[in-house]
Antibody, heavy 121, light 107 residues
Framework: QVQLQESGPGLVKPSETLSLTCTVSGGSINSYYWSWIRQPPGKGLEWIGYIYYRGRTDYNPSLKSRVTISVDTSKSQFSLKLTSVSAADTAVYYC???????????????WGQGTLVTVSS | DIQMTQSPSSLSASVGDRVTITCRASQYINNYLNWYQQKPGKAPKLLIYAASSLQSGVPSRFSGSGSGTDFTLTISSLQPEDFATYYCQQSYSTPWTFGQGTKVEIK
């Protein structure tokens, strides 16, 4: 059974950089797309971006200037960096594994448990 | 961006009821529509992908239909464990977007 676990600071100061890592276990990181999604407290879900294990990325334009997603296949990890954070970036951040089965499009097959990141001084 | 609109935003239902949630896309998305269930404090869980394909392990009382811009999630006989918030999500084009959610509560 594939498991994903987010790790990183739960508190980040405004204007600083949010950094999270997702560790994948129970399956290979190769041959899949991996994604970050966030959910502000009491609100809906927002897709942040994804990365292919070979490094190709796609980001939400609303965050693109501040986001970097990277992958380290040797460690079975992928990471999220979000720069110049503000209170609006306070959310539960989920990492996830994507899958695609034709004729449909990609879907989020596995989710991490999520980690709350609060932006506050 | 493709806007996803769910209705209703919330509903109250009893165990055994048939429940239908609709999701409308602001433009054509073929069948690139997925449904997730989220319980409080938990990560979302995939129920339906490609509009109508049931994810492995999900009870058969859940079903999805639709194509193009209009989609439906149906729970044929609501069970106590089904009280949760449900989200649709399009993966036709990035940025992938979610509906605002439908909260299913106990009547």
């Amino acid at each position: 059974q594939v498991q994903l676990q987010e790790s990183g600071p739960g508190l980040v100061k405004p204007s600083e950089t949010l950094s999270l890592t997702c560790t994948v276990s129970g399956g290979s990181i190769n041959s899949y797309y991996w994604s970050w999604i966030r959910q502000p407290p009491g609100k809906g879900l927002e897709w942040i971006g994804y990365i292919y294990y070979r490094g190709r990325t796609d980001y939400n334009p609303s965050l693109k200037s501040r986001v970097t997603i990277s992958v380290d296949t040797s460690k079975s990890q992928f990471s999220l960096k979000l720069t110049s954070v503000s209170a609006a970036d306070t959310a539960v951040y989920y990492c996830a594994r994507l899958r695609s089965i034709a004729p449909g499009g990609p879907f989020i097959e596995y989710w991490g448990q999520g980690t709350l990141v609060t932006v506050s001084s | 961006d493709i806007q996803m609109t769910q209705s209703p935003s919330s509903l109250s239902a009893s165990v055994g009821d048939r429940v239908t949630i609709t999701c409308r896309a602001s433009q054509y998305i073929n069948n690139y529509l997925n449904w997730y269930q989220q319980k409080p404090g938990k990560a979302p869980k995939l129920l339906i992908y490609a509009a109508s394909s049931l994810q492995s392990g999900v009870p058969s009382r859940f079903s999805g239909s639709g194509s193009g811009t209009d989609f439906t999630l149906t729970i044929s006989s609501l069970q106590p464990e089904d009280f949760a918030t449900y989200y649709c999500q399009q993966s036709y084009s990035t940025p992938w977007t979610f509906g605002q959610g439908t909260k299913v509560e106990i009547k």
